[in-house]
């Protein structure tokens, strides 16, 4: 088939048959052959397997040289979760933006480019879908004929199911699972995971004692001080209320919210430190409001501030630091003061951009001792950590890394909830509580204090590895 460009020449039109409707690896090696023909988006015409259409007589992808043609990782990254949106239209555009990176390699740096932010929405949709599948699965008991088996039933928006399969396979490793959805059903055995074509809702099991357990736990992590129904709605949308038995009880919650409100505030006088519930956070404006109501005021007045996690929403790497020093709490910016410079200089000379990290502290409101004008820092105790983790989980939850870099034993604490050995473990990869990968290292003002040129110059070359190792690892597993 042969089409007019509308700037004068014939040229044939390819067709590609994806075989999936996630189906990067397939995606790739047709976008790299026809980039090596030359052939422009316009004459391309992307299907998945299993659709029709009228293109008889149009031709196959040329296949890859095997040349070498490099992207960035940052597209990469950006296309593996693009090919996941419902839009039928993602193949292409992502071959346009390959397109225009083969001529400027970086057009991933042109923030008005309007094709470029289309793939970045859609790739936020995409990781807000992904993250609501970890919030609102719901699992029911069943037995399936070999034992025990837990069932749920989904509705994602995107293309998620496979993407996902990784998270629940951690998070439920000794369970023999399966989630039902009207795409694609996954399995996990406990050793493999299996996939099986779209099911109905009418294949998923109804109540059973599972339910109570959700019931359960929600009545226990339900904050009466803190109902708003129009926020909850938003936060967990009605379509999945119907799919998980807490919600049931959401009504009577509501009923009984002022006796439990007043018996709240009994039980927190009670406490010193009361600790925060781990419930799914779904947004960032969720986690600045959650941090201003449990944290917002200032302990015994000491003048300083909540200092926020920031940079890239969307990092593969995040590192997590100790707790704002002096400078950070003046600046409300986490890494601003001496250790912060340093930080930045060892990020430069392992080739990582900042801009690309998300950068947050273990503890988030500075510590310290006053000595005459000074306020010296105080190193953050056991239960300042444990204070501040749900919002630490709350960030990865929402970022989404491929990686947490902690930085010094303070965040390592914080992200696997135990106390480890820097020394034991630097550089292991390791399995998060509630998913995801961590690496750790040393803080980078250990290095601010050897005062030894020698051990110094060695250190230092030692964490811009650890810095380079963690971003790669990052990548990879982002991907
Ligand atoms: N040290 C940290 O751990 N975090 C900061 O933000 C600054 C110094």
Same mark, same amino acid.
């Given at each position: 088939?042969?089409?007019?460009?509308?700037?004068?020449?014939?040229?044939?039109?390819?067709?590609?048959?994806?075989?999936?409707?996630?189906?990067?690896?397939?995606?790739?090696?047709?976008?790299?052959?026809?980039?090596?023909?030359?052939?422009?988006?316009?004459?391309?015409?992307?299907?998945?397997?299993?659709?029709?259409?009228?293109?008889?007589?149009?031709?196959?992808?040329?296949?890859?040289?095997?040349?070498?043609?490099?992207?960035?990782?940052?597209?990469?990254?950006?296309?593996?979760?693009?090919?996941?949106?419902?839009?039928?239209?993602?193949?292409?555009?992502?071959?346009?933006?390959?397109?225009?990176?083969?001529?400027?390699?970086?057009?991933?740096?042109?923030?008005?480019?309007?094709?470029?932010?289309?793939?970045?929405?859609?790739?936020?949709?995409?990781?807000?879908?992904?993250?609501?599948?970890?919030?609102?699965?719901?699992?029911?008991?069943?037995?399936?004929?070999?034992?025990?088996?837990?069932?749920?039933?989904?509705?994602?928006?995107?293309? #998620?199911?496979?993407?996902?399969?990784?998270?629940?396979?951690?998070?439920?490793?000794?369970?023999?699972?399966?989630?039902?959805?009207?795409?694609?059903?996954?399995?996990?055995?406990?050793?493999?995971?299996?996939?099986?074509?779209?099911?109905?809702?009418?294949?998923?099991?109804?109540?059973?004692?599972?339910?109570?357990?959700?019931?359960?736990?929600?009545?226990?992590?339900?904050?009466?001080?803190?109902?708003?129904?129009?926020?909850?709605?938003?936060?967990?949308?009605?379509?999945?209320?119907?799919?998980?038995?807490?919600?049931?009880?959401?009504?009577?919650?509501?009923?009984?919210?002022?006796?439990?409100?007043?018996?709240? #505030?009994?039980?927190?006088?009670?406490?010193?430190?009361?600790?925060?519930?781990?419930?799914?956070?779904?947004?960032?404006?969720?986690?600045?409001?959650?941090?201003?109501?449990?944290?917002?005021?200032?302990?015994?007045?000491?003048?300083?501030?909540?200092?926020?996690?920031?940079?890239?929403?969307?990092?593969?790497?995040?590192?997590?630091?100790?707790?704002?020093?002096?400078?950070?709490?003046?600046?409300?910016?986490?890494?601003?003061?001496?250790?912060?410079? =340093?930080?930045?200089?060892? =990020?430069?000379?392992?080739?990582?951009?900042?801009?690309?990290?998300?950068?947050?502290?273990?503890?988030?409101?500075?510590?310290?001792?006053?000595?005459?004008?000074?306020?010296?820092?105080?190193?953050?105790?056991?239960?300042?950590?444990?204070?501040?983790?749900?919002?630490?989980?709350?960030?990865?939850?929402?970022?989404?890394?491929?990686?947490?870099?902690?930085?010094?034993?303070?965040?390592?604490?914080? #992200?696997?909830?135990?106390?480890?050995? #820097?020394?034991?473990?630097?550089?292991?990869?390791?399995?998060?509580?509630?998913?995801?990968?961590?690496?750790?290292?040393?803080?980078?003002?250990?290095? =601010?204090?050897?005062?030894?040129?020698?051990?110094?110059?060695?250190?230092?070359?030692?964490?811009?590895?650890? =810095?380079?190792?963690?971003?790669?690892?990052?990548?990879?597993?982002?991907?």
């Amino acid at each position: 088939m042969t089409r007019i460009l509308p700037d004068g020449p014939q040229i044939d039109i390819h067709r590609v048959a994806l075989e999936r409707q996630d189906d990067f690896d397939g995606w790739r090696d047709a976008a790299r052959g026809l980039v090596e023909a030359g052939v422009p988006p316009e004459a391309v015409i992307w299907t998945v397997e299993g659709q029709t259409d009228e293109l008889f007589g149009s031709q196959p992808p040329p296949e890859p040289s095997g040349g070498g043609f490099s992207v960035p990782n940052a597209f990469i990254g950006l296309a593996k979760t693009v090919v996941c949106h419902r839009d039928p239209e993602r193949f292409g555009l992502l071959y346009a933006m390959l397109w225009k990176l083969r001529r400027n390699r970086r057009a991933m740096e042109d923030r008005a480019d309007p094709l470029l932010d289309r793939l970045r929405r859609m790739e936020k949709e995409v990781r807000r879908d992904a993250h609501k599948m970890h919030a609102f699965v719901r699992f029911r008991e069943m037995d399936d004929g070999n034992g025990e088996r837990m069932v749920a039933w989904f509705e994602p928006d995107n293309h #998620i199911v496979r993407r996902e399969a990784g998270f629940f396979m951690r998070r439920f490793n000794n369970m023999r699972w399966s989630i039902l959805t009207p795409q694609l059903c996954i399995h996990w055995d406990g050793e493999t995971l299996s996939e099986s074509p779209g099911a109905t809702k009418a294949d998923a099991p109804g109540g059973d004692p599972v339910e109570e357990t959700w019931k359960t736990y929600y009545k226990s992590i339900f904050n009466p001080a803190r109902v708003k129904v129009k926020a909850m709605t938003a936060e967990m949308p009605k379509k999945y209320w119907k799919n998980m038995p807490e919600t049931e009880a959401i009504g009577e919650l509501l009923a009984t919210a002022q006796a439990r409100e007043a018996a709240m #505030i009994e039980t927190s006088r009670a406490q010193e430190s009361p600790l925060f519930s781990t419930a799914p956070v779904s947004s960032w404006e969720e986690l600045a409001r959650l941090a201003r109501e449990r944290h917002g005021a200032d302990p015994s007045n000491s003048g300083t501030q909540l200092v926020f996690g920031e940079g890239n929403r969307n990092a593969k790497l995040m590192l997590v630091g100790e707790q704002p020093g002096d400078e950070e709490d003046t600046a409300g910016r986490p890494f601003v003061g001496p250790a912060g410079q =340093l930080l930045d200089d060892m =990020l430069e000379r392992a080739g990582i951009e900042r801009s690309n990290l998300y950068v947050t502290n273990a503890v988030k409101r500075f510590k310290f001792v006053q000595r005459g004008k000074k306020r010296i820092h105080a190193k953050p105790t056991t239960g300042d950590i444990e204070h501040y983790r749900w919002w630490v989980e709350a960030e990865r939850e929402l970022v989404q890394p491929g990686l947490t870099l902690a930085l010094g034993a303070t965040a390592a604490r914080s #992200i696997t909830g135990k106390t480890v050995t #820097i020394s034991k473990v630097r550089g292991e990869e390791l399995a998060l509580p509630g998913g995801g990968t961590g690496m750790v290292t040393i803080h980078p003002s250990y290095l =601010l204090r050897l005062p030894d040129k020698a051990a110094r110059t060695e250190q230092r070359a030692r964490f811009i590895d650890d =810095l380079k190792r963690a971003a790669d690892r990052a990548a990879a597993l982002a991907a």
